[in-house]
């Protein structure tokens, strides 16, 4: 008893604000020494850490007191006497201060989170733009102008660079068979000139800018005993050969259309009639002049026709220019009639 009288001033003072404290037990389980003096004498049975230190053992464990508080406590035995010092501290009392400072750390962190957040989202952005700018390109490459906005997509780093050159390939490509496709099927097979689906789209165009159109209407005289005499693959040799000489007096925005067997027309954009008659003379006399293979010599008769200003029914100026024609074949053929008149818009 003397020793516990010694040891009681010194235990006392672990008695804090924070509802820490240390009390002894001795072998029996029974306190020896509390801060409440009023249970000094309890013998404990259903507390871990005096299970443990009576047991001669060492550590620390959760537990709750009598008051029903969580507590954190740490057990010792002392040597040669059996007794145990046991240290409680209320749970809550002991993980405020990291609670506390796990707060701290978060909450001076947070600015650097979120600037690394929006780092993160501006290279995310940065990134995928060119991509994004890509697909959009590639969603719409059927339109003409796809190819030089892919070019204009400025590819900054390897892989978008890339998949850049491999699209406008691709596009290229397209683009390629595409125009082959749209001139195979604008161009007559047998003389490479351009043919009534050209035709069409011309005048469409033609009409849409409000271009001022002249026609000459050709045909071959004596046509019919060509083939009749020679055969009709020689027939087809005459015909390539005459879609050479109006294409070599035309001129590169005039458009010669072969309209069937021996008929073609040249639709003149932008000339004045003098000019155009002009022009149908020189390739009469061209064809005149001009020695055909197995043939030899044929004529043609050519009839010309021109709007006053841009003409609104191009197929009425062609009908003026078939009259003229066949007023050149009344006249005594391999000749050239010319409608004085401008057809009316």
């Excluded at 801060?35 to 230190?53: K, L, T």
């Excluded at 994004?132 to 892989?159: C, G, H, K, Q, V």
């Excluded at 007096?249 to 040249?266: A, K, P, Q, W």
């Excluded at 024609?325 to 005594?332: C, D, R």
């Amino acid at each position: 008893m003397f020793e516990i009288e010694f040891f009681r001033p010194s235990l006392g003072k672990h008695f804090h604000k924070d509802g820490s404290y240390v009390y002894v037990v001795d072998s029996g389980r029974r306190l020896i020494s509390h801060p409440d003096p009023g249970r000094v004498g309890d013998v404990v049975e259903n507390n871990p850490a005096i299970n443990d230190v009576v047991a001669g053992n060492s550590g620390a464990t959760e537990l709750t007191n009598s008051q029903n508080v969580q507590m954190l406590a740490g057990y010792a035995p002392v040597p040669g006497t059996g007794w145990g010092v046991v240290s409680q501290r209320p749970r809550e009392s002991t993980l405020a201060p990291l609670n506390e400072l796990v707060s701290q750390v978060l909450l001076n962190a947070l600015p650097m989170t979120i600037f690394i957040v929006l780092i993160i989202i501006w290279s995310a952005r940065l990134i995928s733009k060119p991509l994004r700018r890509l697909a959009e390109s590639a969603a719409t490459i059927d339109r003409p102008e796809t190819a030089r906005d892919m070019e204009n997509i400025r590819a900054w780093y390897f892989e978008t660079a890339h998949l850049k050159k491999a699209l406008l390939i691709g596009v290229m490509l397209m683009y390629g068979k595409l125009s082959k496709a749209n001139t195979a099927a604008e161009t007559d097979s047998l003389t490479g000139l351009s043919n009534r689906r050209a035709y069409d789209t011309a005048i469409k165009r033609w009409k849409n800018d409000e271009t001022s159109v002249a026609v000459i209407a050709v045909d071959i005289d004596h046509f019919k005993r060509v083939n009749d005499t020679y055969g009709h693959d020689v027939g087809d040799v005459v015909l390539k050969g005459l879609a050479l000489l109006m294409k070599a007096c035309s001129r590169r925005e005039d458009l010669v259309c072969r309209m069937g067997g021996e008929e073609f027309l040249i639709l003149v954009p932008d000339v004045k009639l003098d000019a155009v008659s002009e022009m149908a003379e020189r390739l009469r006399n061209t064809v005149e002049r001009h020695v055909f293979e197995h043939v030899g010599h044929i004529t043609i008769s050519l009839g010309v026709a021109m709007g006053s200003s841009h003409v609104s029914d191009i197929d009425a100026l062609v009908k003026l220019a078939d009259k003229m024609l066949y007023l050149a074949k009344n006249n005594g053929r391999n000749r050239v009639e010319v409608a004085q008149h401008p057809l009316p818009t």
